[in-house]
């Protein structure tokens, strides 16, 4: 069956350092992937979208590859700040069907000053 | 622009019980889509609906009901509640059914005892 592995549950960065975000999947062939970000109590927030033919994509201080051949997604918010912590989700589709979108389940991700 | 509004933000029910859950959004999307979040687990898609008057099942649907009778309007009925019910239900809305960013709204926790 098709699945989304997030690299961790959590990850903890120093401010300043960069944090990099993983997304793994198997069993599926998605024509676009997306991250968002989730505060606690509050619904998921989109930040960036990639389709399969674009190997990279950067907004302001955000980047994300896409590698079909690894099957995976990384995803780097450089300069990282407290305010960046934050759960961040990963969700792969394809253009054949609106029920094929797939979420991981998320990595917490904690700045400390 | 209220963006997608849900409502309530928290609800407990009785095992048997009936309810929907109400979702509004204010940006003339076509595509709108209700969506499950359980510890541990990504966003599960329930429901969804590419306009008025279409919806479709999605990923978990058994013990949801949905109707699309406008644009702006997309709720979500349970028909008997099970605790395995117990969630946090997202409302979602994008302009189209593929390759674009979803608008999700605050969410819906229910608990069903």
């Known amino acids: 069956s098709q699945k989304i592995e997030q690299n961790s549950e959590a990850l903890n960065i120093q401010e300043g350092k960069t944090a990099t975000l993983t997304c793994n999947y198997t069993?599926?062939?998605?024509?676009?992937l997306q991250w968002y970000r989730q505060d606690p109590g509050r619904g998921p927030v989109f930040l960036l979208l990639?389709?399969?033919?674009?190997k990279e994509k950067r907004k302001e201080r955000l980047k994300v590859t896409f590698d079909t051949t690894l099957k995976q997604s990384l995803f780097h918010i450089t300069a990282s700040q407290p305010a960046d912590s934050a759960t961040y989700l990963c969700?792969?589709?394809?253009?054949?069907?609106?029920?094929?979108?797939?979420f991981g389940s998320g990595t917490r991700l904690s700045i400390r000053p | 622009n209220a963006g997608v509004t849900q409502t309530p933000k928290f609800q407990v029910l009785k095992t048997g019980q009936s309810m929907t859950l109400q979702c509004a959004q204010d940006?003339?999307?076509?595509?709108m889509s209700w969506y499950r979040q359980d510890p541990g687990m990504g966003l599960r898609l329930i429901h969804y609906?590419?306009?008025?008057?279409?919806?479709d099942q999605g990923e978990v649907p058994n013990g949801y009901n949905v109707s699309r009778s406008t644009t702006e309007d997309f709720p979500l009925r349970l028909l008997s509640a099970a605790p395995s019910q117990t969630s946090v239900y997202f409302c979602?809305?994008?302009?189209?059914?593929?390759?674009?960013?979803?608008?999700f709204g605050q969410g819906t926790r229910l608990t069903v005892v």
């Open positions: 979602a809305s994008s302009y189209s059914i593929r390759d674009t960013e979803a608008f």
């Open positions: 069993n599926y062939s998605p024509a676009y």
């Open positions: 940006m003339n999307h076509e595509y």
């Open positions: 969700a792969l589709g394809d253009y054949s069907s609106a029920s094929k979108i797939i």
């Open positions: 609906s590419v306009g008025a008057g279409i919806t």
């Open positions: 990639i389709r399969e033919n674009e």
